[in-house]
Every structure is written in structure tokens, then in C-alpha cells.
């Protein structure tokens, strides 16, 4: 492995938030799609590799945190990006890497699912966050409809203990707020899929 002494400040932020307190009760299934700490461990690990670069959000870009798949990236890597300002008591913003990494860890399974399936496991594992930060409801962002979805996400996740299975009606209550979100086009297109190439571990 290289010398993680090598990644920058915030791509080891990300790391710790990653391996540490932030995502250790995240550990859920969504349908098929087994979401654990586990898991964001490994995609610590991908990035400690190299396989997943961590970069900054443009200044002035709306969205807290995005994560291309290597095809959606000019770079052709898998990338994380990240506020630059990232730190622990910006809980949205720390939330926001949490649910881009649970991208990451469809990616690195190169599953093939439905939008708001794949949206339903991230959101869901934003929500176990803040009810383990002890948030008495999700945290409202002013984004209206994202702020639907967690609400429900967080319903879920504070009626459940530890390791949970999410039940088929939670599934489903999920999955259509999530498409009356604009931005999400399996609104306009049932048949949407993401299709998750895969992460590939360069040699060293
Ligand atoms: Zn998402």
C-alpha cells in the first residue's frame, strides 16, 4: 500500500470520517444492497490506493459533494469531490461525503440499479448519521425536495437499531419521494439505471 502520509489533508479527512465514529452504526440492507461500515472502510482504502481521488468542489458549486464513476470523469478516475472546507462540525457537509461514498461503494461493487434505488441506500445512510449525531429530525438544507427525502430516510433510520433490514413499505415510501425529486431522472425515465463501471486499483 502507499504511504498514506502521501494523500492530502482532505482526502484524509474524508478517510477518518470514512473509518471512525461518522459511519460506525451504518450498517443496513436496501433490497440487495448491503450498506456497513465495512464498506466505507474499504472505500477509505481505495482511497488511500490512489483508486478514488479526492478533489475539491468548485468554489460556488451548490452541491456539498458529488462522486463520479471513472466514465463520468475527464480525468477517467473515480473521483470524491469535496468541500474544501470540510471539517467535523459541519454535519451536512460530513453527511454529504457520507452519502457520496455510499456511491463509491455501489461503484467499487460495479452494481447496475435502479436511480432511486442506489439514492435510496445513500440517503438512508446520511439519515443513520444523523440520528447517531443525535439530531432530534434531519437537519433542513433549504433544498426542498432533498430535504423530503431525508426526512423520510431519517424516519427509517431512527426506528431502527444497530443492524437493520429496511421493510419493503419503508422501500417504497423511499423510492417515491425520491422521484418526485427534479433532479433525478427516473422521474422522466422509468428505465434509468445507474450502471457502475467498477473501480480499478492502479498498479504500484
Ligand atoms: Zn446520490
Known amino acids: 500500500m ?8 482532505l482526502a484524509k479527512q474524508v478517510c477518518y470520517i470514512l473509518t471512525g ?3 460506525a452504526y451504518c450498517n443496513f440492507r436496501f433490497g440487495t444492497q448491503l450498506v456497513s461500515q465495512t464498506k466505507f472502510q474499504e472505500v477509505a482504502s481505495y482511497i488511500s490506493m490512489g483508486a478514488i481521488q479526492v478533489t475539491e ?16 470523469h475527464p480525468d477517467k478516475k473515480a473521483t470524491l469531490q469535496v468541500k474544501a472546507s470540510l471539517n467535523q462540525a459541519d454535519y451536512i457537509a460530513v453527511s454529504n461525503v457520507i452519502h457520496e ?5 455501489q461503484d467499487i461493487q460495479r452494481l447496475i440499479l435502479a436511480q432511486e434505488d ?3 441506500a445513500a440517503y438512508v445512510a446520511q439519515a443513520v448519521y444523523f440520528h447517531y449525531r443525535r439530531f432530534p429530525e ?3 438544507t433549504g433544498d426542498f425536495a432533498a430535504d423530503n427525502i431525508i426526512k423520510v430516510a ?12 429496511i421493510e419493503a413499505a419503508d422501500e417504497e415510501r ?19 439505471k445507474y450502471r457502475f463501471p467498477g473501480v480499478a486499483i492502479p498498479p504500484y
Open 174 to 192: 423511499l423510492r417515491k419521494v425520491i422521484l418526485k425529486h427534479p433532479h433525478y431522472r427516473s422521474n422522466i425515465d422509468p428505465f434509468f
Open 57 to 72: 468542489m468548485p468554489f460556488g458549486t451548490v452541491t456539498a459533494a458529488e462522486y463520479y464513476p471513472c466514465t463520468a
Open 138 to 140: 434531519a437537519p433542513v
Open 21 to 23: 465514529g461518522d459511519t
Open 118 to 120: 442506489a439514492e435510496a
Open 2 to 9: 502507499p504511504n498514506p502520509a502521501k494523500l492530502s489533508p
Open 154 to 165: 431519517f424516519d427509517i433510520a431512527s426506528a431502527n437499531v444497530g443492524g437493520f433490514l
Open 101 to 105: 461514498a455510499t456511491h463509491a461503494m
